[in-house]
């Protein structure tokens, strides 16, 4: 009683009231619940690629992959005396998967819109990814700390693997401060490809097996990316294959450069004032780079007014100076992913080749930019749907590479062997063009010098074929 407010009626009102406050209470609980349950499965419907709403799934897609990358103050690690905007780059989730659904084409779309804006996205790191990658930073670190005449010991007369040092590499006929350990096929003499001589092909001059484990095992990971990118790539495009794009990087001339700056008060004054690598493109398909926290990378956005084609008149040392550059600032457990060459020429400029450059920063920088490459022996023609008159010779990627590591390394003892023993006629060889659209040679039964080379290529083929998608660095 003593508790008891009022009489028996009282009491009994009380008791709707109560009952219609926990009603509201629970039914407030399960419609938020249903709504978060609800936009859930829109953003898993758009994930496990069942979205019924192409619309719906596209915003939901577009506003889940963290569109701009939070960064307190993006300006303050730009290198001083750049002028140039801080970018605010798009971020992607990439599927463990991609099977060609709907919801690849929703994000293949997005990637590409975000390369048509931005010039480069960026794509959020797996867990085992950046253990990885973090690996893979102090690996770099530890190498480039050994004394100059052990890392500059790290070349190799076949291959353009291995060792430059800071102010070695030309872009533009102008020594860059970066220093850089490159890793291309890692090749052993005994492979028919460098018995035969083709440019470009041996081993990789390794400083040690630690190193070799751990950036290989980096490589293998970024490929595995590649591939996914490119098939979402090629949904987004609207192409009839999935692997329209993969089709070319079975075995591919996939590389690394492994990089360091050093601090702009540091350099060995070999070059122009300052600079880090001058304005360029690469040279593949696909660029996914990773940096540390200190910054120094610059891309260029496409813009309408401007039009180029690296592989005919190089883009080395373009626009180097003026002011419409995009500071990339660092971002921590993304990759930054952008076009290269091949992928302008085989969509006809809709995917243009993204210049870069990177400028010295008050504090050394660590970087890699890893390249996903069509195969050496591959000539690369027009997507379906992106046929011009600019694109419908093919490009001999081998040729391509190899044109342009000539260009930039004139002096590089590489370039030396390939000039001394006329290795850039092989690249004429049918047996090097066995990839699209050049004509295949004539299988030959009878033994002799061309009968072997046939039964080489087979061999190399093969091999080809067992790797399909497992993006080995070495064969
Ligand atoms: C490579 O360079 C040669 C010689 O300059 C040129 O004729 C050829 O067109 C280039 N090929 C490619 C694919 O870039």
Request: aromatic share 10%.
């Amino acid at each position: 009683m003593i508790c008891h407010f009022g009489g028996p009626e009282q009491t009994s009102h009380q008791r709707r009231l109560e009952f219609l406050l926990i009603l509201i209470s629970t039914l407030t609980i399960a419609s938020i619940m249903l709504a978060s349950l609800a936009l859930r499965s829109a953003v898993a419907g758009c994930r496990n690629y069942q979205c019924k709403n192409f619309a719906k799934c596209y915003q939901a897609i577009t506003k889940f992959t963290r569109p701009f990358a939070t960064m307190q103050d993006k300006q303050a690690t730009m290198p001083p005396g750049y002028k140039a905007k801080a970018g605010a780059f798009q971020t992607f989730e990439i599927p463990q998967q991609v099977t060609g659904s709907r919801g690849d084409i929703i994000l293949g779309k997005a990637m590409i819109n975000a390369w048509r804006r931005d010039g480069i996205l960026q794509v959020s790191m797996d867990e085992s990814q950046r253990s990885v990658a973090d690996k893979a930073f102090a690996t770099s670190q530890r190498y480039f700390d050994i004394p100059y005449d052990r890392k500059a010991s790290c070349v190799n007369d076949q291959s353009f693997s291995g060792y430059i040092a800071s102010g070695e590499e030309l872009t533009d006929n102008i020594a860059d401060y970066s220093e850089i350990f490159t890793v291309t096929k890692d090749l052993p003499q005994s492979d028919p490809r460098v018995k035969a001589k083709w440019p470009c092909h041996g081993p990789c001059p390794w400083p040690d097996t630690r190193m070799k484990s751990s950036i290989k095992t980096y490589m293998n990971h970024l490929g595995d990316s590649g591939d996914k990118i490119l098939q979402l790539i090629a949904c987004g495009l609207e192409l009839p294959d999935i692997n329209e794009l993969t089709k070319y990087t079975r075995d591919g001339w996939h590389h690394l450069r492994v990089l360091r700056f050093p601090a702009r008060d540091k350099t060995n004054g070999k070059g122009k004032d300052g600079r880090g690598i001058g304005s360029h493109t690469d040279y593949g398909l696909l660029v996914i780079a990773s940096q540390d926290s200190v910054g120094g990378l610059f891309i260029r956005p496409p813009y309408k007014d401007e039009k180029y084609a690296n592989w005919e008149k190089s883009v080395a040392g373009a626009y180097e100076n003026d002011h419409r550059w995009v500071y990339v600032p660092p971002v921590p457990n993304v990759f930054t992913v952008f076009p290269g060459d091949m992928m302008q020429y085989i969509t006809n400029s809709y995917l243009p080749s993204t210049p870069h450059k990177v400028g010295l920063n008050n504090d050394q920088r660590f970087a890699f930019a890893y390249f996903h490459e069509p195969n050496f022996q591959a000539t690369l023609e027009a997507l379906p749907g992106f046929e011009s008159d600019e694109n419908s010779r093919g490009i001999h990627y081998g040729t391509h590479f190899t044109n342009m590591s000539m260009r930039n390394y004139p002096q590089r003892i590489t370039a030396k062997r390939i000039r001394a023993e006329n290795r850039m006629a092989v690249l004429h060889t049918p047996e090097l063009k066995t990839l699209g659209a050049a004509p295949k040679p004539a299988p030959k039964e009878e033994q002799g010098a061309e009968g072997g080379m046939q039964r080489i290529v087979d061999a190399v083929k093969n091999k080809a074929e067992e790797v399909f998608f497992s993006n080995q660095v070495a064969v």
